[in-house]
């Protein structure tokens, strides 16, 4: 069994920051690969960014590079979206992710790929 506890979210202008946390328990955290995801309303949940196990190798989707930036803390099982120079596209809620499998190419970026779920957390960024 793994729990996944999302915070953080809020209201935000435009260009401001905020960091979300994603508190996890259950297994080994070290050996899973940790993902957030956002979903805006009428819209497909869509992959956000992405971080290895031990090795922390971070992955992010085109339209947060730059501005967003995944980490984790295996001591203390817990992953970290710091949101940067924030813009109202932004609005969804962006949820905490987990998976064990291996995962090669173009589908590693689909949320079928990733097995355990937190519950979401509201993030808005006003015009």
């Known amino acids: 069994q793994v729990q996944l506890v999302e915070s953080g979210g809020g209201l935000v202008q435009a260009g401001g920051s905020l960091r979300l946390s994603c508190a996890t328990s259950?297994?080994?955290?070290?050996?899973?690969?940790m993902g957030w995801f956002r979903q805006a309303p009428g819209k497909e949940r869509e992959f956000a960014a992405a971080i290895t196990g031990s090795s922390s190798r971070p992955t992010y989707a085109d339209s947060v590079k730059g501005r967003f930036t995944i980490s984790r803390d295996n001591a203390k099982n817990t992953v970290y979206l710091q949101m940067n120079s924030l813009k109202p596209e932004d609005t969804a809620v962006y949820y905490c992710?987990?998976?064990?499998?291996?995962?090669?190419?173009?589908?590693?970026?689909?949320?079928?790929?990733?097995?355990?779920w937190g519950q979401g957390t509201q993030i808005t960024v006003s015009s």
């Open positions: 992710a987990a998976r064990l499998s291996y995962c090669s190419g173009s589908g590693c970026y689909s949320p079928s790929r990733y097995t355990y």
């Open positions: 259950g297994r080994t955290f070290s050996d899973y690969t």
